[in-house]
């Protein structure tokens, strides 16, 4: 196929002419600018790098941090079970041990913890909630407890009130001078 190129004419290209301001640069100037042209062209490289290494580092993490559910086979599945198993028994066991009362009537305990109102609530929680609805905790004291200082016998002066206020009326320097002493009580 021969193509026609009679009716075309040749495109001119128009080149524009752009104004440019001539810069004189020393040659110790241009040598700085190329240098500090490299260092950033050297450090965007290395950026560009650091972060394809972070890119790949995080898909590793990814990939390990996913589990297959492959491996979670009938052992893994036995071994969590003990586990709560034990769990479950140790708790028991600690339970029992601060409130003892609670092994005649642990099916009774068993059967209040099944309640939807006692449902997930702690062992320890549930028992001392159990015992305390059935009367089985110690009973509380009601009340202060009595005095046990002994009697309190009020300490005389040897002197009657008469002998006092007489001598206050009397002699006020004497009376005085015993109340500092503490020989004259006053009540």
Not at 44 to 59: H, I, M, S, T, V
Not at 104 to 109: A, P, R, T
């Amino acid at each position: 196929m021969e193509e026609n190129k009679e009716g075309l004419e040749p495109q001119k290209i128009q080149e524009t002419v752009v104004p440019t301001d001539t810069v004189t640069v020393s040659k110790q100037e241009l040598d700085d600018l190329k240098h500090k042209a490299e260092v950033s062209s050297q450090n965007f490289e290395r950026l560009k790098k650091a972060e394809q290494d972070k890119a790949g580092l995080e898909a590793k993490l990814a990939e390990l941090n996913e589990v297959p559910s492959d491996y979670e086979d009938e052992a893994v599945k036995g071994l969590k079970s003990d586990l709560a198993d034990i769990k479950g028994k140790l708790a028991k066991t600690e339970v029992l041990e601060t409130y003892p009362q609670l092994k005649e009537v642990w099916n009774d305990f068993e059967k209040f913890r099944m309640e939807d109102d006692n449902r997930g609530m702690n062992l320890k929680t549930s028992a001392k909630a159990f015992l305390t609805e059935k009367g089985l905790l110690d009973p509380q004291r009601k009340g202060l407890e009595k005095p046990s200082g002994g009697q309190r016998v009020p300490f005389s002066s040897g002197m009657t009130t008469e002998e006092v206020k007489n001598l206050r009326e009397t002699n006020y320097k004497k009376y005085l001078d015993l109340l500092k002493k503490g020989d004259i009580k006053l009540s």
